[in-house]
């Protein structure tokens, strides 16, 4: 099994989503934050976007951000609409700063992780709400997966 960083990237983890984005969040202190966004547009896709990186698991490697970006399309509520936050200036700012070999390597798993996500994201009983999502803040990330039958990215089969 690959190593897991993060206590929100455990499968069965007990902290609350409020938790595991603020453990995300100190973790990857260089990432764009609401004051430095130019819309309220710009605002909630990056929040919605990390809420999906906790409740999926993910951290920010390659494998796991397109784990995230397939998850937010096929599991999340968002759906296709998703797909316009990709193209925002704040989020091709991003994309140019993206080291060249580990792009490579991300495209050589991707079929993989492609296939994979989006099974899972099939096999999901209900999608996650990619906005309004707040009341689930006080809830524990093993009870959200629980509910919406979500499978973090590490997981395996048989897995405790």
């Known amino acids: ?89 704040e989020t091709l700012d991003i994309y140019r700063r993206l080291p060249l070999g580990s792009t490579l390597i991300a495209l050589l798993v991707a079929p993989y992780l492609v296939v994979r996500t989006v099974w899972r994201c099939a096999r999901q009983n209900r999608r996650w709400p990619w906005t309004g999502y707040e009341a689930f803040m006080d809830t524990p990330l093993r009870e959200i997966r629980d509910q919406f039958g979500i499978r973090v990215a590490r997981e395996r089969r048989g897995e405790a």
């Open 1 to 89: 099994m690959a190593r897991i960083h993060h206590r929100f990237e455990h499968p069965k983890s007990t902290q609350s989503l409020s938790e595991g984005l603020a453990e995300y969040w100190s973790a990857n202190s260089r990432l764009k934050r609401d004051e430095h966004l130019c819309t309220a547009e710009a605002r909630q896709f990056f929040r919605s976007h990390d809420v999906v990186h906790v409740v999926y698991g993910c951290g920010t490697s390659m494998p796991d951000e397109a784990v995230v970006k397939l998850a937010s399309l096929f599991g999340t509520t968002g759906g296709a609409q998703v797909l316009r936050g990709y193209t925002r200036v």
